[in-house]
């Protein structure tokens, strides 16, 4: 069926360098995006979304990235901080649409 | 604003009994979802409540599930009776009204349910 999955199942990054975390999808009809940040004993929390209509949305230190050519989404990070650590999930819905439906997550972990 | 809360925050039942989890959402959000996400997998849609109505249940494993959004409020989640598969962390989220349009959804911390 349709799926949403992510390359790596963790990242290892030095505190101050740039984070790059990638995320595939097969739905051709999905139609908007939203990467989350889950930290330990907490629920997923909204980082940055972005529409089909766009292939670059920029945040507070993140900027998601969308190729709808080859389905591929991407978060950036800058300038990485401890507090960044965290298992990050990309998730995807269709237009009109309200499930989400969920990457397995990639494990971001910043070192000193 | 409170968020999202959920209770228990852990239940660790025996196979076989019954658990209830409960989830009160944001304030004034008609929008209120149920996911889980099983040990080593991603995290799944299990269905969406319009206040009161029960918009999308296609996730929703088997008939040992039962959930309720009576008054349009706070949401029970029941499993019953518990399997062993059923262990995992079930969370809920709410979104604001919207009609056609994707709006942020808003996740409580979650209940991690262990069936022994």
């Known amino acids: 069926g349709e799926s949403v999955g992510l390359h790596l199942p963790t990242l290892s990054v030095q505190e101050g360098d740039n984070s790059i975390i990638n995320c595939a999808y097969s739905n051709s009809a999905s139609d908007y995006f939203i990467w989350y940040k889950q930290e330990s004993g907490k629920g997923p929390q909204f980082i940055i979304d972005?529409?089909?209509?766009?292939d670059k949305r920029q945040g507070q230190r993140v900027t998601v990235l969308l190729n709808k050519t080859v389905k591929h989404l991407s978060l950036q990070i800058a300038a990485t901080q401890p507090g960044d650590s965290a298992v990050y999930f990309c998730a995807e819905n269709a237009w009109r649409g309200y499930a989400l439906n969920f990457g397995k997550g990639t494990s971001l972990l910043v070192t000193p | 604003e409170a968020g999202v809360t959920q209770f228990p925050s852990h239940s660790v039942i025996e196979k076989g009994q019954t658990v209830t989890l409960r989830c009160d959402p944001i304030s004034g959000h008609d929008n209120l979802y149920w996911y889980r996400r099983v040990m080593g997998k991603e995290i799944k849609f299990l269905l969406h409540f319009v206040k009161e109505s029960k918009q999308d249940e296609s996730g929703m494993p088997n008939n040992r599930f039962l959930a309720e959004r009576t008054g349009g409020t706070y949401s029970t989640l029941k499993v019953q009776p518990a399997e062993l598969e059923d262990s995992g962390v079930y969370f809920c989220a709410s979104s604001q009204k919207g009609t056609g349009v994707s709006y942020e959804q808003y996740f409580g911390p979650g209940t991690r349910l262990t069936v022994t």
């Open positions: 972005i529409r089909s209509n766009m």
